[in-house]
Structures are given as C-alpha cells and as structure tokens.
C-alpha cells in the first residue's frame, strides 16, 4: 500500500464540519467526523451519518441469496453499513445512489466490495472504506469518498467533491468546481479542470504485477492540480 501523508481521523461529530448545512447535518444525526489532514492542516471534514443504532441499514450474507446492497435509494438521510459476515464477499451489480445525505460505510476497501459501477446521483453523499470494481461517477454536489479503492475511472462532473486516501487504478476526470483531491494514487490519466480545484499529497503509480496492490517501489511523481497552481509538496 502506498505510504502518503495525508492523516485521517475519526471521531465525533464536532462543530466545524465543513460548512453550517453539513455541521448541522452530522450533529442533528449524532453522526461521527473525520478530519483529512495533510501537514498538521486540516483540509476538510467529512460528516457521516450514525453508523449504530436502528437508524443504520446493515447488510449480511444471506448464504442462499448471496450479498444485495438493497436500500431505499430515493429516499434520504439512510446509512448503509456492512455486517463483519459480508467481509471480503462482492456485492455484484452496478448501484446507483439517488437520494440526498447518503452515507456508505464500509469495512475497509479489502473487505467490502461493489463488483460493478457505483454512480453518485445525490447530493452529500458520504463514501468510506469500500472498493468499486467499475468505475465512480459523480453526477450531484457535496460527495465525498474516503479510505477507498476503485479499479475503473472517476468521473466527476459536479461541484464541492472530496476524494481523500483511495487508490485509483483508471483516470481521474474532473470539470466541475471546488473539487479537493488529497492522499490519494492514480495509475491513469489526471485532469483536473474547473475552478478552485485543490491538490495535495497525490502521487501517480503504476501497478506492474497487475495484483491491485501498490508496493512502495510502484509510486512515481507528485500529481498537481490542472492548473499547476496548487500547494502539492514535492
């Protein structure tokens, strides 16, 4: 795995939680935070809603059926979380996410897996510690992905996305505004346009064995933001 330092850090939901609507959000739902540093600053901070209690959706393995990432999808304000039984299991099938405050909370990107694309069609949609087998595409506002891997491309066409600590093994394709992209590794291609797009901490790979995992000796050079105007650390 690639060593960055960018610094990600749980906790509960405090205050500043990047902007009044999303502060409001993560408290009113005793959701937890997470700062995503890089350098001792604080880049931003990611609300998620509760991930306990019987307001989060949990998915099991059902050993007949298999894995069904099924949840309401129009509706908003829902957590899905995954039961330590579906560890490691695909989830197969594409998802498509089109209500509003939408966190998916994952078991870590080794354990919980989404073999197929994932499509971000709501606003404030929260994305942690899962891997896409497909491609990520990003059609609303307010996205965040977390702590992730996703084997296709990225494609973001609206504003205020975070990507933060993910392995990217496609292109990254931004045009939209306001994007912060920190931590993370990409092996295709980087273009980054848009306004007040930020950059930080984000290194190009290339994985030669093919095994989806990134060794230290695979990691190349610094990745800045399409403009060259960035704080990216060489």
Not at 82 to 110: H, L, M, Q
């Amino acid at each position: 795995m690639k060593k960055i330092a960018l610094t990600l850090i749980l906790g509960f939901a405090a205050a500043a939680c990047g902007g009044d609507d999303e502060s409001a959000w993560c408290d009113r739902n005793d959701g937890s935070s997470e700062e995503i540093r890089s350098g001792g600053e604080v880049l931003a901070t990611v609300c998620y809603g509760p991930t306990t209690g019987s307001l989060a959706i949990r998915v099991e393995d059902e050993a007949d059926d298999g894995l069904d990432l099924n949840f309401p999808q129009t509706r908003n304000n829902e957590v899905v979380v995954f039961d330590e039984s579906t560890n490691g299991d695909a989830i197969p099938g594409d998802v498509f996410i089109d209500g509003n405050k939408i966190t998916i909370y994952g078991n870590g990107a080794e354990n919980t897996i989404i073999d197929g694309n994932l499509t971000v069609a709501g606003n404030n949609v929260r994305i942690r510690g899962i891997t896409v087998t497909g491609n990520l595409i990003i059609t609303k506002n307010n996205a965040s992905v977390v702590d992730s891997v996703v084997h296709g491309n990225v494609v973001i066409s609206k504003n205020n996305t975070l990507i933060a600590g993910t392995d990217i093994y496609g292109n990254v394709d931004a045009d939209s505004n306001n994007n912060l992209f920190a931590g993370n590794a990409v092996q295709g291609n980087w273009n980054i346009g848009g306004n007040n797009a930020g950059c930080e901490d984000n290194v190009a790979f290339s994985d030669e064995d093919d095994d989806f995992v990134i060794d230290d000796d695979e990691t190349g050079a610094a990745l800045i933001c399409g403009d060259g105007d960035d704080d990216t650390d060489d």
